[in-house]
């Protein structure tokens, strides 16, 4: 009886083991069939950076397909290209670059080519010599930010002979940046009352956007508006306003301009603190997917691909608008 009770658990243990085994090549089979992408992210300096992490990390998973290996430069360029030679040394499939700055990608970039890896950059752009370099791009029009910015202010201070402009930069030489100074220094061209008073990066952090508007506060008393390049540097500038002893945003002593229009920041708009938020999309992962797609399926996807984006008034903002914000 013992030994035939041993032998049935005996079978039933081989059997349990024969299945999992089967699973394990299953499982092996499917993950050799993932496509691998590299992607490189430039940290994780704001809200509108910690929403783009996720819109790949959601997008990209091996339940869809994927194997994703993810590196956080830090907000440093070396770690970018170090990132994207161990991408090439892995012999991924695909990398995504959400470049730091626009310039100096030339060699690593001619090194994916040389090793046959498509690179698709995202968000902020990249200055080559040589657009073959990478194979397509998709990001928002910061330019195009900037001047949606500018437009506004011209409306909400026609008729103003004065106006006092503190201007607080993302990161030099990113295409974020660049667009929105062009954007207001176009403004500045065109309107003779308008001044730049301070001009200074945060760094699109909002730690350095407070540090920064502290100082400035200290030195200017004159100031009517704060154009921060971000929400994280509008909500740091905020703090050392309102810590000046000073009103912030619709009705208050300063107008406050910003960009990236997420949820905290259009909270903020809503709050009345941030007078006019411009949107910028970081919901990329899937517009990324599509680009691998095309390219899996032997297409060409177009170089360059804007995303279609708005802009938000405090004085005619709603909750509806913020309940309906996806980051
Ligand atoms: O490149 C997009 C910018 O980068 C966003 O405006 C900013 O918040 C982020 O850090």
């Avoid at 700055?101 to 902020?124: F, N, S, Y």
């Amino acid at each position: 009886m013992f030994k035939k009770v041993s032998k049935v658990w005996f079978t039933l243990a081989m059997l349990t083991c024969m299945v999992l085994m089967g699973a394990a090549t299953l499982s092996a089979a499917a993950k050799s069939k993932l496509i691998t992408i590299g992607f490189s992210q430039v940290g994780a300096e704001s809200d509108w950076r910690t929403a783009n992490t996720k819109s790949m990390r959601d997008t990209f998973t091996e339940a869809n397909g994927y194997k994703l290996i993810f590196d956080d430069a830090q907000q440093k360029q070396d770690n970018q290209i170090t990132a994207l030679r161990n991408f090439i040394q892995q012999e991924v499939d695909y990398i995504v670059l959400a470049p730091i700055g626009e310039t100096g990608w030339d060699t690593v970039l001619q090194e994916a080519k040389d090793a046959g890896i498509p690179v698709i950059i995202m968000d902020r752009m990249v200055n080559v010599a040589d657009e073959s370099l990478y194979t397509c791009w998709v990001g928002t029009n910061s330019r195009g930010e900037g001047d949606t910015a500018a437009a506004w202010m011209e409306k909400t201070f026609a008729g103003k002979d004065k106006l006092n402009i503190v201007h607080l930069q993302g990161t030099i030489g990113s295409t974020a940046q660049i667009g929105r100074t062009a954007g207001l220094e176009d403004g500045v061209k065109r309107n003779k009352g308008w001044k730049i008073v301070a001009q200074q990066t945060g760094e699109f952090t909002q730690a350095k956007g407070q540090e920064v508007m502290e100082s400035i506060l200290k030195q200017q008393s004159d100031i009517d508006v704060v154009y921060a390049e971000n929400d994280n540097m509008a909500f740091g500038a905020i703090d050392a306003i309102e810590a000046a002893g000073k009103k912030a945003g619709v009705g208050g002593d300063i107008t406050v301009i910003s960009f990236d229009a997420t949820h905290a920041g259009l909270q903020m708009t809503l709050d009345k603190k941030i007078n006019y938020n411009v949107e910028c999309n970081p919901l990329h992962g899937p517009r990324v997917e599509v680009l691998i797609k095309q390219l899996e399926a032997g297409q060409t996807p177009e170089k360059k691909a804007y995303v279609e984006e708005g802009a938000f008034d405090a004085t005619t903002m709603t909750q509806a608008i913020l309940d309906a914000r996806a980051y």
